[in-house]
């Protein structure tokens, strides 16, 4: 499969654990977004990089979140300190800088108990 | 800010049935905007956008800016059309907007 891949596809934690999520893009593409996705909603952005640059970050981004991308590959999502409030579907999603089309990942589901 | 509304959370039509998803946008700049489908247990994925005007799986979609939406419509709905539909705005600040989805059932 060359399309985005995501890991894990579903995490359990405990209330006030810290978590990470991977997001590995499609090889050309050097945007890359992270949205959050709750039942009964559509996906809700959170932040976006070109390249290795973070551009944009929602309000929806607490300070407990944190996302990077190195070296303008593969990103990471971490949340620090979870609450039950962060059970979602975290999803990411990549495209070339010419193109509007959007990819998108399976997404890591994450449930916090 | 930009914003995009899907009124119908949820469709039921039988099949062979025309359908029409609303989408309508609130955008200050010049919209691009997109259908996206999730089939149950898949990721999402582009069905359309406003700018290539093709017709994918049947479905066609209009941009009327004078009304700001952009309606998805089907004139002859199948099972397998049954899914999660969002529509989309890309703004100028590379932003994905989505409206809040409607769920589509086409009964037999």
């Known amino acids: 499969d060359t399309g985005v891949s995501q890991d894990p596809r579903h995490k359990i934690t405990k209330r006030g654990q810290n978590v990470t999520f991977r997001c590995d893009p499609i090889?050309?593409?050097?945007?890359l977004y992270w949205y959050r996705q709750t039942l009964g909603q559509g996906p809700e952005f959170l932040t976006y990089f070109q390249n290795e640059a973070q551009l944009e970050k929602s309000r929806l981004l607490s300070d407990r979140f944190s996302a990077e991308r190195p070296k303008g590959s593969f990103s990471t999502l971490e949340i620090q300190r979870t609450e039950q409030g962060d059970s979602a579907m975290y999803l990411c999603?990549?495209?070339?800088?010419?193109?509007?089309?959007?990819?998108f990942g399976q997404g890591t589901r994450l449930t916090v108990v | 800010a930009q914003r995009v509304t899907q009124p119908e959370k949820l469709l039921s039509v039988f099949k062979g049935a025309p359908v029409e998803l609303k989408c309508n946008y609130s955008y200050s700049g010049s919209p691009e905007l997109f259908w996206y489908v999730q089939y149950s247990r898949q990721r999402l994925q582009l069905l359309l956008r406003?700018?290539s005007r093709e017709s994918i799986k049947g479905f066609t979609a209009d941009l009327n800016k004078g009304e700001t939406s952009f309606h998805l419509k089907k004139p002859f709905a199948q099972e397998e059309d049954s899914a999660m539909y969002y529509c989309a705005l890309f703004t100028s600040g590379s932003r994905l907007t989505f409206g809040e989805g409607t769920q589509l059932t086409v009964n037999p």
């Open positions: 999603a990549s495209r070339r800088e010419v193109d509007a089309e959007a990819f």
């Open positions: 406003h700018i």
């Open positions: 090889s050309e593409h050097n945007r």
